[in-house]
T-cell receptor, first 110, second 113 residues
Framework: QQPVQSPQAVILREGEDAVINCSSSKALYSVHWYRQKHGEAPVFLMI?????EQKGHDKISASFNEKKQQSSLYLTASQLSYSGTYFCGPEGGSARQLTFGSGTQLTVLP | NAGVTQTPKFQVLKTGQSMTLQCAQD?????MSWYRQDPGMGLRLIHY???????DQGEVPNGYNVSRSTTEDFPLRLLSAAPSQTSVYFC????????????FGPGTRLTVL
């Protein structure tokens, strides 16, 4: 079953912050976040492991709460280059496969 | 070190035709997978492999076959193409474990008429 991402789309001005949420209905080993630009392949951003870990990648950080089966991606002081579709990929189950959400389209305007 | 490569980049088929999408990786990793992405949707897992000679089905395997005779190659075969298989296909490897990353190939854009 696909994880649920919210919001489905968000429009920001450069310098503004955004939060993208990812919720899964099953127990998770980890959560992976990817960003995809139009016409390109998804690019790995970061992986969050069990333990409420937080990670950062430049001004993009994320958290993972395995008890709530949720993860959030935080984009601080958005840059134009942050525009794209963000996918979360919770990893769970005996085969530890990634099941991707339908994505959050982020548009950063000047 | 090219990572994950896919060929062709674009392909147009007629309904009923068969073809093979090629995927190769030079990272000597065991795990490879195939996803399809339809407009406005996320990636759905078709098939995956945890090593040479071992394959398994993902979320949407119908209409597709895979084989893994070598660690490097993981081709995806469409047996009898249907318009519903019009999509962008991504091959990915290696398997994400711990802090390992999963790399996606550049994709194959397939249109079935």
């Amino acid at each position: 079953q696909q994880p649920v991402q919210s919001p489905q789309a968000v429009i920001l001005r450069e310098g503004e912050d955004a939060v993208i949420n990812c919720s899964s209905s099953k127990a998770l080993y980890s959560v992976h976040w990817y960003r995809q630009k139009h016409g390109e392949a998804p690019v790995f951003l970061m992986i969050l492991l069990k333990g409420g870990e937080q990670k950062g990648h430049d001004k993009i950080s994320a958290s993972f709460n395995e008890k709530k089966q949720q993860s959030s991606l935080y984009l601080t002081a958005s840059q134009l280059s942050y525009s794209g579709t963000y996918f979360c990929g919770p990893e769970g189950g005996s085969a530890r496969q990634l099941t991707f959400g339908s994505g959050t389209q982020l548009t950063v305007l000047p | 070190n090219a990572g994950v490569t896919q060929t062709p980049k674009f392909q147009v088929l007629k309904t009923g035709q068969s073809m093979t999408l090629q995927c190769a990786q030079d990272m000597n990793h065991e795990y490879m997978s195939w996803y399809r992405q339809d407009p406005g949707m996320g990636l759905r897992l078709i098939h995956y492999s945890v090593g040479a000679g071992i394959t398994d089905q993902g979320e949407v395997p119908n209409g597709y076959n895979v084989s893994r005779s070598t660690t490097e190659d993981f081709p995806l075969r469409l047996l009898s193409a249907a318009p519903s298989q019009t999509s962008v296909y991504f091959c990915a490897g290696p398997r994400p474990l711990s802090t390992d990353t999963q790399y996606f190939g550049p994709g194959t854009r397939l249109t079935v008429l």
